[in-house]
């Protein structure tokens, strides 16, 4: 069992959707959260960040964390083309040394 | 200011040559990481640095070498390359926490 897991998708939505974009993981002691962002032939891009459970929202995104279940989303409101991409979410604990460990990566695409 | 910078973007190899992939950052950043990213697979972490003189092994370091003499620099070194070291590789940078700067990559592709 991998320790993070991660649809890889494609997801494919209408322009102005709402997208829920999900991954679950294994290890209890995870208390940060990264959703990164990567457009093609990029590098990943920090999205949102947010320390142990909770939600957490930036414009039209939100994280959300629940450690009971293990398991993290983001979503996008009024989802728009410029958000196609690949979305990465990434976890680590304390006393880690900053490394995290990755999810495969969703690709979403908006279809205008 | 740059941010991170790899060079080359992309190399084709022969199996058996050797290469330096190099990357910079000017943010005076401590941390230094190299991933490697395979279709499907997420990123995984080649080896990474703490600061000038130390590195340390990441999930997947067989193949790879690395050195950081500066801050700014951290060299990644393919020795004896192999068709299964073909993928795209990420150099990032870190002040510290857990927010990472990426840079635009290196395709690898190794015949």
């Known amino acids: 069992q991998k320790e993070v897991e991660q649809d890889p998708g494609p997801l494919s939505v209408p322009e102005g959707a709402i997208v829920s974009l999900n991954c679950t993981y294994s290890?209890?002691?995870?208390?940060?959260f990264m959703w990164y962002r990567q457009y093609s032939r990029k590098g990943p891009e920090l999205l949102m960040y947010?320390?142990s459970s909770g939600n957490k929202e930036d414009g039209r995104f939100t994280a959300q964390v629940d450690k009971s279940s293990k398991y993290i989303s983001l979503f996008i409101r009024d989802s728009q083309p410029s958000d196609s991409a690949t979305y990465l979410c990434?976890?680590?604990?304390?006393?880690?040394?900053?490394?995290?460990?990755w999810g495969a990566g969703t690709k979403l695409i908006i279809k205008p | 200011n740059a941010g991170v910078t790899q060079t080359p973007k992309f190399r084709i190899l022969k199996i058996g040559q050797s290469m330096t992939l190099q990357c910079t950052q000017d943010?005076?950043?401590?941390?230094m990481y190299w991933y490697r990213q395979d279709p499907g697979m997420g990123l995984k972490l080649i080896y990474y640095?703490?600061?000038?003189?130390?590195?340390d092994k990441g999930e997947v370091p067989n193949g790879y070498n690395v050195s950081r003499s500066t801050t700014e620099d951290f060299p990644l070194r393919l020795e004896l390359a192999a068709p299964s070291q073909t993928s795209v590789y990420f150099c990032?940078?870190?002040?510290?926490?857990?927010?990472?700067?990426f840079g635009p990559g290196t395709r690898l592709l190794v015949l």
């Open positions: 990032a940078s870190s002040p510290g926490g857990e927010t990472q700067y």
């Open positions: 640095s703490v600061g000038a003189g130390i590195t």
């Open positions: 947010t320390y």
């Open positions: 990434a976890m680590s604990g304390e006393d880690s040394n900053y490394q995290l460990i």
């Open positions: 943010m005076n950043h401590n941390y």
């Open positions: 290890n209890s002691a995870f208390q940060y």
